[in-house]
């Protein structure tokens, strides 16, 4: 595993699932890790879990006065960000194409693109404030290279991520900043568990997929570290599918 000892990291929807699993896995590798999310409580909790090395932050990703705030409190508490991985993301229930409405879509895209972006703003305003390398993961999907079935503003706005994290990758690689995406196939988190339920299919889509299993939180974690890391000195502007292979072609 990699060393994150005096490094910071920043992650939002850090209250469960993938989120929680890379606060965790960088603080298990020595960094100092804000834990943002929506939830407050669910941050608390991660943090507390985490101990002195964590704090705790609210933020709604997609208000660009909370993700300022956000930036504000890791300066304030640790100095400043070295890492960032811009994870909240929410999905809206699948229908068919002509039945969602313009506030599901708006939402949507409010959260995982335009949150996203607000996010990064914010981070790259602070290291070339700071004159200070960083390093951005942002979490897109299988559906930011592939449509999500009843979906179209998550297949929408994945997409857009994608288009904004190489974007950000080619303008600020100069100043040291670099700028990568994960996008995760099925893992086992609770709105997964709850999609699969509601669905109706349960174990038999997942025995269907090419590994026979979900990914674990902690498989996309790894992922987010290994492109933080030093070892990823000269990975910029990337999609790395963490998927088990399900879209290789
Ligand atoms: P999750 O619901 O377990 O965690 C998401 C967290 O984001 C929650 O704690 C939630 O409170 C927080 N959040 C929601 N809206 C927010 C907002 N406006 N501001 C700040 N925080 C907010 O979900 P997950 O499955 O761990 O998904 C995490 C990311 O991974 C999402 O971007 C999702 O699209 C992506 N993803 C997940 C899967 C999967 O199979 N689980 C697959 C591909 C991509």
Known sequence: ?????????????????????????????????????????????????????????????????????????????????????????????????????????????????TGVFLCMQEQIRHWLGARRNGVIVNMSSGAGVVPAPGQPQYTAAKHGVLGITKQAAQEFARQGIRVNAVLPGQTDTPPMREYLEASGMGDRMVKMLPMGRMATPDEVAAAVLWLCSDEASYVNGVSLLVDGGLLAR
């Not at 490094?7 to 469960?16: I, P, Q």
């Open 1 to 113: 595993m990699s060393n994150f000892a005096g490094k910071v990291a920043l992650v939002t929807g850090a209250g469960s699932g993938i989120g929680r699993a890379v606060a965790e896995r960088f603080a298990a590798s020595g960094a100092q890790v804000v834990v943002a999310d929506l939830d407050e409580v669910a941050a608390t909790a991660v943090a507390s879990g985490i101990g002195d090395a964590a704090i705790a932050v609210q933020a709604d990703v997609s208000r660009a006065g909370d993700v300022a705030t956000m930036v504000r409190a890791a300066v304030d508490a640790f100095g400043g960000i070295d890492c960032a991985c811009n994870n909240a993301g929410i999905a809206p229930a699948p229908k068919p194409f002509t039945e969602h409405t313009l506030d599901e879509w708006a939402r949507t895209i409010d959260v995982n693109l």
